[in-house]
């Protein structure tokens, strides 16, 4: 997956997983759903969705067709779908997203936009970019 699609293509059977304990840093490019109860560090780009256990936290941006908070992120989230922040969830950063639920209890600083699915589209490829030259300068820098 290099850019946005407007159908992604999403195996609801494959899921990746980063469970309690593991600690794990870097830039994450994925067709299908991703679930985290341990720590990520770095960016998440999905055409799945992304759920985030009560354990789990995420120090970085995301980009997902779906997504179910209930641990910490301190990073942005941009979602094409539904934006669902559980009891237990903290989220400080901003959110784009065309829907949002909230539970009770849960904590977040930031600001929100409700935004469409076309726009979504252009944030996430922004976002990409942006990501994949950074990821190229990174290499050059180790080779030389």
Do not use: W
């Amino acid at each position: 997956m290099t850019k946005h699609e407007e159908t992604p293509q999403v195996n609801v059977n494959e899921v990746c997983r980063i469970s309690n304990g593991i600690r794990l840093k870097g830039d994450m490019i994925s067709q299908n759903d991703i679930r985290i109860d341990g720590f990520y560090k770095g960016n998440i780009f999905t055409a799945g969705k992304v759920v985030l256990g009560e354990n789990g936290e995420i120090e970085g941006n995301v980009f997902c067709a779906n997504a179910e908070i209930g641990g910490i992120i301190k990073g942005h989230i941009t979602v094409s779908s539904l934006l669902n922040l559980k009891a237990s969830s903290v989220l400080n950063g901003s959110v784009k997203t065309s829907g949002l639920g909230v539970e009770v209890g849960a904590r977040f600083e930031g600001s929100c936009r409700i935004i469409s699915e076309e726009e979504y589209g252009k944030l996430y490829n922004e976002a990409y970019d942006a990501c994949a030259l950074s990821s190229k300068k990174e290499e050059k820098q180790k080779a030389d």
